[in-house]
Nanobody, 125 residues
Framework: QVQLVESGGGLVQAGGSLSVSCAASGRTLSNYAMGWFRQVPGKEREFVAAINWKGDVINYADSVKGRFTVSRNNAKNTVYLQMNSLKPDDTAVYYC??????????????????WGQGTQVTVST
């Protein structure tokens, strides 16, 4: 399995921007489609965005569409999530995940078999 490490989380004011990254090791990232999920304590993990191995199939949750952008650089084995116009409701631990179903950008958490440890994103009012 691929190992994933997120970075770039932090505290930002509402309306601001933040970028989080996910670095992969152990396997070539181009073998995987990648997803971003988020979770608030006491709530279920929520799909945010997904991107297929080539980057030409992308899927977003309605709640982030138009504000978040997912991208990837297979040469750097890294996936990115650019978050703009952040809202307090975006506060969560953000996780990246990998699925061998590399041709699709699935929002189904059960399709992903490798997960990072998560990075906290906090949006203040």
């Amino acid at each position: 399995q691929v190992q994933l490490v997120e970075s770039g989380g932090g505290l930002v004011q509402a309306g601001g921007s933040l970028s989080v990254s996910c670095a992969a090791s152990g396997r070539t990232l181009s073998n995987y489609a990648m997803g971003w999920f988020r979770q608030v304590p006491g709530k279920e993990r929520e799909f945010v965005a997904a991107i297929n191995w080539k980057g030409d199939v992308i899927n977003y949750a309605d709640s982030v569409k138009g504000r978040f952008t997912v991208s990837r650089n297979n040469a750097k084995n890294t996936v990115y999530l650019q978050m703009n116009s952040l809202k307090p409701d975006d506060t969560a631990v953000y996780y990246c995940a990998a699925t061998p179903m590399r041709h699709v950008a699935t929002q189904l958490a059960e399709a992903y078999n490798s997960w990072g440890q998560g990075t906290q994103v906090t949006v203040s009012t």
